[in-house]
């Protein structure tokens, strides 16, 4: 049996806490609540890590959040010898939002890096500390001090960023909108949830599930800290915190 849980990071990136019940545990101790904030892994973005908060203020470390049978089934994982909640029981969820914040800048600095990149993207992983992102590029004739440059001018000039949904047909009439080049976004819901980048999306727009900020200037200080190049058409391009070190 399937079950669909309410996803609320889809609609506010910036939810710490809610409170939830308790609909399932899996046979791998994996508990299903009716609506979370937990992100679950996908799309290169890792899931979200924290802690459930018992009515006795006992606490379930949650080590992982995954997918189910389908996107709208998410699953959190409890870390080894954590207790079993009851089916019906009410939690506080409450995420390692420390985590969850580097990885929201992440992200959004790896669309600004396909921003500044605009080729074919062969693969995609977000971390806290060092993301990357592959393009199908023969020559990279760009380098990581241009890019650096490029990217921070758009995190500089402090972009608005907000989400909006399209239908599948209006993804399949606007199929530009797909940056990646071997992953298409799941369709057949009846809707596709867009990541945009400035007034009136002018700046990007792309499918997306992950967590984003909400203005460009909360990515903070990036730069590119390697382009290595990864076969005769792909280069991948590495995503770290902090301006870009000097004679580096």
């Known amino acids: 049996m399937a079950y669909d849980t309410a996803i609320l990071f889809r609609d506010d990136s910036y939810l710490k806490t809610i ?29 979200d890590t924290g802690v459930f908060v018992r009515s006795d203020g006992s606490t379930i470390t949650i080590a992982a959040t995954v997918t189910g ?11 080894p010898d954590q207790p079993v909640p009851a089916i019906g029981e009410k939690l506080s969820l409450r995420l390692d939002w420390d985590r969850r914040y580097k990885l929201m800048r992440m992200h959004t600095a790896c669309h600004l890096l396909s921003v500044v990149c605009p080729f074919p993207i062969t693969g995609a992983s977000v971390s806290e500390d ?18 650096t440059q490029k ?26 909108l797909i940056k990646s080049k071997n992953v298409r976004p799941p369709t057949g819901t009846g809707r596709i949830r867009l990541v945009c ?11 997306c599930g992950g967590t984003h900020v909400a203005t460009t200037g909360e990515v903070g200080a990036i ?10 058409e792909n ?3 590495r995503i770290r915190f902090g301006p870009l070190p000097e004679g580096v």
Do not use: C
């Not at 508990?31 to 937990?38: E, S």
């Not at 990217?151 to 530009?176: K, S």
């Not at 730069?223 to 005769?232: A, N, P, R, V």
């Open 197 to 207: 980048i400035g007034e009136n999306a002018s700046v990007d727009s792309q499918p």
């Open 151 to 176: 990217m921070m001018e758009l995190v500089n000039a402090n972009h608005p960023i907000f989400t909006r949904w399209i239908t599948d047909d209006e993804l399949a009439a606007n199929p530009g």
């Open 223 to 232: 730069h590119i800290g390697k382009i290595e190049k990864k076969g005769k």
């Open 19 to 47: 409170d939830a019940t308790v609909l399932a545990i899996n046979e791998r101790g994996g508990i299903l609540t009716d609506q979370t904030v937990f992100y679950a892994t996908s799309g290169g973005q890792p899931g």
């Open 69 to 79: 049978e389908t996107k709208e089934e998410i699953i959190h994982v409890p870390a």
């Open 235 to 237: 280069r991948r391009f």
């Open 130 to 147: 060092d993301s990357r992102v592959d393009f199908d590029l023969p020559d990279a004739g760009v380098t990581k001090e241009s890019v």
